[in-house]
């Protein structure tokens, strides 16, 4: 018979985790990580068919932005500037060049997928937790628990991968020339950068917390309404 328990802790790193894990994916896939220089949309400069130099006739200024996969720029067209972002991923292969696709962030990226599979892994086994607390004779708290940290360390990697990216052509484009590594020049760190790094120092968090909700899951009050048979168990642990 399954027993659905459930307790302060255990539910607050439930929620936790799923949280954490959805805000890790999403940072992840944002293409705000790098905030690039001011510019006009599209061309500088347009050439008629006299070959004459002519304005684009924008004076719109925007700062384009990148992420691990993805960009957000404006698109134009013949003397007919876009006001919206495009935003869409600048990835076709993992082959690209290191000018395009910088080796770096290939590597970040990989990182970051295994740690967000890992934590996908800990959110499916956090609701799970509810009716089922033990896994192959170990707590499935603890098991998700040392998941968890490992997934962290995995992030952790790829996110010190991500700046030693910024040597590469491509980021020259967006931040300018003097861009290298850990050098971002005329670039700025977008939200999804810090929103990433919070979702790091959470993910360690609920790894810790994995500890707590356990012990509150295995108390003795429990145990004794376990005893009784009761199929649902509500404690204030």
């Not at 905030?35 to 924008?58: A, F």
């Not at 992420?67 to 076709?92: D, P, S, Y």
Request: charged share 15%; net charge neutral.
């Amino acid at each position: 018979m399954c027993q659905v328990i459930i307790t302060c802790r255990s539910i607050f790193w439930t929620l936790l985790t799923i949280a954490t894990t959805q805000i890790m994916i999403a940072s992840v896939m944002s293409p705000q990580w790098l905030i690039g220089y001011e510019r006009k949309p599209g061309l500088l400069t347009l050439m008629d068919i006299d070959n004459n130099t002519v304005s684009d006739g924008s004076e719109d200024m925007y700062r384009p932005t990148i992420g691990i996969i993805n960009r957000c720029t404006r698109l134009h067209k013949f003397q007919n500037i876009l006001k919206r972002e495009n935003c869409a991923t600048f990835v076709r292969d993992f082959g690209m060049p290191n000018s395009q696709f910088p080796d770096a962030w290939k590597g970040s990226f990989i990182f970051f997928c295994i740690g967000s599979i890992l934590l996908v892994y800990t959110m499916g086994a956090s609701v799970m937790s509810i009716c089922v607390q033990s896994m192959c004779g170990k707590s499935i708290f603890n098991v998700s628990g040392l998941i968890q940290s490992i997934a962290g360390l995995f992030c952790v990697i790829g996110l010190l991968l991500y700046p030693v990216g910024w040597s590469s052509e491509k980021v020259k484009f967006y931040c300018g020339d003097m861009s290298a590594a850990y050098n971002m020049d005329m670039c700025s760190l977008g939200w999804s950068f810090y929103l990433c790094i919070f979702a790091v120092v959470m993910v360690f968090v609920c790894s810790i917390l994995s500890v707590g909700a356990e012990r509150a899951t295995s108390s003795r009050k429990v145990e004794e309404e376990v005893i009784e048979g009761k199929a649902l168990i509500c404690v204030m642990a």
